[in-house]
């Protein structure tokens, strides 16, 4: 019999990592009845099958606690919905910083910021080497926006180590030819980049972005300014960590439109950080058009989320098509898989035809069966 177990790594012990944790232990707790379950059978998987064992940070309020305490330490913020998870006996293992600590964040109250470990720091075989003998299949990277050389280093770790990798963050590595054909010709499948969130500001933005088409409406500029209150949004208060989250939510819209907007008529990322918001993020997004005979129409909308369970939801898809990947043996960038769920996929699609294309790569038989 087929285990259905899902050997899962997190590089990133952050509000995030929080909510996919507290997502498992929740969805086995209440199964289908769990309430905004996203695909409760994905190929034959549950969410509850995605198991944690093995899990890497940086920040030394985190390293070497067991994953269920350290999921509820400082600097994390997020909302606590299911208190006990049950993963006691995964210990937070000692990552390595490189830029993954910007320099505007270790000038922060710690309360909000990170506390990086000084000393310790663990080299590449030394992540490899708790990745295989954790068994992990696949690994999350969860790592700060900005963080493109800790990436980098965590996906050839993930290559390294033979696991597969699911990149959550606006750092091209699916959607990058190099990176896919590394994961190519190691033979392990890698999904991304850049979550979309369940219910989150750049889903709702391309639905009204594709319903001005649908309608006929001319759509001339639009934009989408974000605050919020937890570590992502105080290390992006650092503007040159942005390129990548703004090309990533910018390029995202612009793909759901009839006709791209002109750079200037388009503007879409973080704004600011406001520290008492905490894990929830308010989106405000405006669109300016024409319907017929050019009469004008705006459209204005505020949206308030709490920010990581909307990730984690996403999260536990991604890695259970990681796992149908490897059941059957595909390699490189999974863009059937990845369109739905990410933001900056390898291939962009309507997000009706990218829910199609999901639902088809689940549901086909693994290659021994067909």
Known sequence: MQDRQIKTAIFGIGNCASSLVQGIAYCRQHGEDAIGMLFPDLGGYAPGDVEIVAAFDVDRRKVGKPLSEAIFSKPNNTLVFQPQTGFDAVPVSPGAILDGVSASMRNQPAEDSFLPIEAGEATREEVVAV??????EVAINFLPVGSIEATEFYAQCAIDAGVAFV???PV???SSDKWALKFKEAG????????????????????????FGMRGAALDRTYQLNVGGNTDFLNMTDQNRLLMKRESKTESVQSAAVNRFADGDVRIGP???????DDRKVAF??????????????VELRLDVEDSP???IMALAAIRC?????DRKLSGALSEASAFIFKHPPVQAKDHEAHRMLQDFAAQLPASAE
């Open 271 to 277: 704004s600011d950080y406001v520290s008492w918001l």
């Open 322 to 326: 990681a796992r149908i990947a490897l």
């Open 131 to 136: 990745l295989k003998s954790s068994g992990a």
């Open 310 to 312: 909307n990730a984690a």
């Open 188 to 211: 392990l499948p890698v999904l991304g980049d850049d979550f979309k969130a369940q219910m989150g500001a750049t889903i709702v933005h391309r639905a009204l972005v594709e319903l």
């Open 285 to 298: 997004i405006r669109l300016e058009g024409k319907l017929f005979g050019g009469a004008p129409v705006n």
């Open 167 to 169: 990149n959550a963050i």
């Open 172 to 174: 091209f590595i699916a």
